[in-house]
């Protein structure tokens, strides 16, 4: 289902959870082009205040009774429930009602140079540097990232041109509801597993996003994912591929700063293109800059404005975020929830200055936890001590079936000194304790555990 409204001013629309992140990017981007816009969301908070001040109809607690017949299209998110009273007094009054990803998908449908970042890691970062190479490029893009970005104040910028940027998300085959000109699969892992069968249904879903890239757009992908090669054999657009060992582009002469990021050469074959200076730490980051890279060369935007956007970005909030320093510890913050992140945010961590690395982690939904449970017990390898907040549990509810303790038994198993601290004040009043001048406090996870390390900076 699509809806032709981008250009009807006229229309009055209400978004079910105008809080979240991606939510209330779209709903911001409607608001710039004098559309009617409410919204209703469990809670006030930055977010809602500032849609507030630019014209939008907020509503905090979500009831039947925000919604009336002058409203003219419901969107809502994939965690709502069927039984949202929101959602049901919209189907009571015939309102027609769609998706968050589909909204998405239909505002796409009227910009030609949609660039989508897909891929189970590093899309938020990817997408923040994709955005600050067309920045640099004075394309004058609408942007929609899943994170605050210093670069455009926020998680939106609202362009007046054919170029789009954005994250793609594959929960739920969200992203089967885009229209990329520019397609990016950063990786295929296992995630989502509440909703996929197993890896090999993720596989295919990547497939029929990688299938939407119309035949003159452009398939930008890592070439040492095993899993990539199907998808490559099946898709029907131009492909470039990238890596470190091999791919159309690749980095080459890499070396590390004493703050862990990277300086390299990128090459097309045995043709230098362009040297990076990366001011975000890490292995993995040479990874999302390639990807980068290649989109831009797709959109054929110049070396230099390449070069000017990459070495501008500094990072986003909650991707390896420097949150201060309190008497010599050092307090970082990221939002790796998954197995594979973990182990780039940690590997990051040491190549940072440091005397020991104490790594506070919050699981994220039980789902998660209990389907990665293995993957989760061997990612902590290496860090001096972890402490596991309860579970976040987001969507879900507690059955019992898996806890930060049953984790934390099976991450001592292999030698790593580990303990589940159930409050967040336990846990800053430990750190206080035993955190000394020189360590690294890495609080990690998608949840609120962010909190903690900025708790530990006041106290």
């Not at 969107?75 to 929101?86: F, G, K, L, M, R």
């Not at 993995?284 to 290649?294: E, M, R, T, V």
């Amino acid at each position: 289902m699509t809806f032709d409204f981008i250009n009807d001013k006229n229309k009055n629309i209400h978004f079910i959870g105008i809080g979240g992140i991606s939510m209330s990017g779209l709903a911001e981007i409607l608001l710039n082009r004098s559309f009617k816009v409410s919204g209703s969301d469990m809670k006030a908070s930055p977010i809602t205040d500032t849609l507030s001040t630019r014209g939008a109809e907020i509503h905090i607690g979500q009831k039947k009774d925000n919604i009336n017949k002058d409203i003219d299209l419901v969107v809502y998110t994939a965690a709502i429930s069927e039984d949202n009273p929101e959602l049901m007094r919209a189907k009571e009054l015939n309102i027609p009602t769609i998706t968050r990803a589909e909204f998405l998908g239909s505002i796409m449908k009227g910009h030609k140079f949609n660039i989508a970042v897909a891929g189970t890691h590093g899309k938020t970062t990817t997408t923040s540097m994709v955005s600050h190479i067309c920045l640099d490029a004075d394309l004058d893009p609408t942007i929609l990232v899943g994170g605050q970005l210093d670069a455009i104040n926020g998680n939106v910028r609202p362009g007046n041109s054919d170029y789009f940027v954005t994250e793609a998300c594959e929960y739920k085959g969200s992203f089967l509801e885009f229209f990329p000109y520019v397609g990016v699969i950063l990786n295929i892992d296992a995630d989502h597993l509440d909703y996929y069968k197993d890896i090999n249904d993720i596989e295919n879903a990547f497939i029929k996003f990688a299938k939407l890239i119309p035949n003159d757009g452009y398939l930008v992908c890592y070439a040492e994912d095993e899993r990539m090669k199907n998808v490559i054999s099946q898709s029907n657009c131009n492909v470039v591929t990238y890596g470190i060992d091999s791919g159309d582009v690749v980095a080459k002469n890499i070396v590390f700063n004493e703050k862990g990021c990277a300086y390299f050469d990128v090459y097309r074959g045995e043709s230098k293109l362009l040297s990076i200076q990366l001011n975000i730490p890490g292995k993995h980051n040479i990874l999302n800059a390639l990807a980068s890279i290649c989109s831009a060369l797709s959109l054929n935007i110049s070396y230099e404005n390449i070069v000017n956007g990459l070495q501008s970005y500094k990072g986003t909030h909650r991707r390896f975020e420097l949150k201060g320093v309190k008497n010599g510890v050092t307090v970082v913050d990221d939002y790796a929830h998954h197995p594979t992140e973990v182990k780039a945010t940690l590997s990051a961590a040491k190549n940072y200055p440091h005397k020991k690395i104490f790594c506070v982690f919050q699981p994220h939904t039980y789902s998660r936890t209990i389907n990665l449970f293995n993957e989760f017990s061997e990612a902590f390898d290496g860090v001096d001590e972890l402490i596991l907040a309860d579970i976040y549990a987001a969507r879900e509810k507690d059955t019992g079936i898996v806890s930060s303790s049953m984790l934390a038994d099976k991450v001592k198993e292999r030698g790593v000194k580990c303990s589940n601290i159930h409050s967040f004040d336990e846990i800053v009043s430990y750190l206080n304790k035993n955190l000394e001048n020189g360590d690294i406090l890495l609080t990690v996870g998608a949840g609120d555990v962010f909190k903690i390390g900025e708790m530990y900076l006041k106290n």
